[in-house]
């Protein structure tokens, strides 16, 4: 049984690296990542336009939107492209992209859990 806060999403071994899977906690649908081994959780809707980042894919180190390929650093939650080459006169498309709200995850006993704040 996890403990307070904390929710069972995924077996650790149904989550093998670079793989993207989806979890809906208390009503919020999810992506976890595992990249190379270090699991994370973010919100699995893209900021940019609202796609799908729970069916996306990991591109260099990067979680990308299915979309419009946008790529996020699963460490920061920053968009990492396009914002890395947006023209500098047009910083209110950098500003426009938010970085992804992520959630602490742990791994026991070859369980995923995330803890998910109570609303």
Partial sequence: MA???WVEVSALD???PGEVCSALVA???????????VVS??????PHQGGPLDQGRIWQGKLECPWHHFLYN????ANVYPANVYPDDLPRLKQQVAPLKSFPVRVEQ?????RFPEE
């Fill in 41 to 46: 959780a973010v919100d699995a809707v893209c």
């Fill in 14 to 16: 149904a989550l093998p």
């Fill in 74 to 77: 699963l460490e920061t939650g």
């Fill in 110 to 114: 070859g369980r995923v859990l995330i």
């Fill in 27 to 37: 009503g919020r649908r999810l992506a976890v990542v595992n990249l190379d081994g």
């Fill in 3 to 5: 403990e307070a806060g």
